[in-house]
């Protein structure tokens, strides 16, 4: 089946830098990927849309100066969460979808989990 | 806006009971139905789906029937294994699966001999 990695599985940073988390799918080309964040006993909640070669949607109170989202190739798409602060803390999921229809099923990655200290 | 609620766990069973995680919704509309399994260390995989009412999903000894009268989507199987342990997660979404998925918090389930 389709296989979706991220790296790293874990991440401690220090207040006020900036980390970037990478998004791979290892078996196919993925024109759309997604990032969702997921609080401790919370739901997953969609960050943005990531779409290769274009700007990434996101969703309405993400602020997209802090979560910058690159996707360069039908591949790769990172994550980058500047001046982290605590509150970033939390465990980010990429998903990355295996067609063009939104009927094509995403593949998701095992997650990172970041702490900020 | 649109939401899912499912039972909270951890849901604790022994090897060949009955399972039932219970998953209700609120959208506007007929959305489609979701359940993703995630076990420890991997990624959410999707476990079945329905895609309008009375549809009923089922994999792998798991099915859900879509009942928009009550506006629940629960996921039953009728004998459990150790295996099975992981986290299931329901979710909705109007556009088909490969797009914005709205979930709900997951419940966790352990399977004991």
């Known amino acids: 089946g389709a296989v979706v990695s991220q790296h790293p599985s874990w991440v401690i940073c220090k207040s006020g830098t900036s980390v970037k988390i990478e998004c791979r799918s290892l078996?196919?080309?993925?024109?759309?990927m997604f990032w969702y964040r997921q609080f401790p006993k919370q739901s997953l909640m969609l960050m943005a849309t990531?779409?290769?070669?274009?700007?990434?949607?996101?969703e309405q109170g993400v602020e997209k100066d802090k979560f910058l989202i690159n996707h360069a190739s039908l591949t790769l798409s990172t994550l980058t969460v500047t001046s982290a602060h605590p509150e970033d803390s939390s465990f980010y999921i990429c998903?990355?979808?295996?067609?063009?229809?939104?009927?094509?099923?995403?593949?998701f990655g095992p997650g990172t989990r970041l702490t900020v200290t | 806006g649109d939401s899912v609620t499912q039972m909270e766990g951890p849901v604790t069973l022994s090897e060949e009971a009955f399972l039932t995680i219970n998953c209700t919704y609120t959208?506007?509309?007929?959305?489609?139905l979701f359940w993703y399994v995630q076990y420890p260390g991997e990624g959410l995989q999707l476990l079945l789906k329905?895609?309008?009412?009375?549809d009923k999903g089922s994999n792998k000894g798991f099915e859900a029937t879509y009942r928009k009268e009550t506006t629940s989507f629960h996921l039953e199987k009728g004998s459990v294994q150790v295996s099975d342990s992981a986290v299931y997660f329901c979710?909705?979404?109007?556009?088909?699966?490969?797009?914005?998925?709205?979930f709900g918090t997951g419940t966790q389930l352990k399977v004991e001999l």
């Open positions: 979710a909705l979404s109007f556009t088909g699966g490969g797009n914005k998925l709205t």
């Open positions: 329905a895609t309008k009412a009375d």
């Open positions: 078996d196919f080309q993925a024109t759309t």
């Open positions: 959208a506007t509309g007929y959305p489609s």
């Open positions: 990531s779409n290769e070669g274009s700007k990434a949607t996101y």
């Open positions: 998903s990355a979808r295996s067609g063009s229809s939104n009927t094509y099923e995403q593949y």
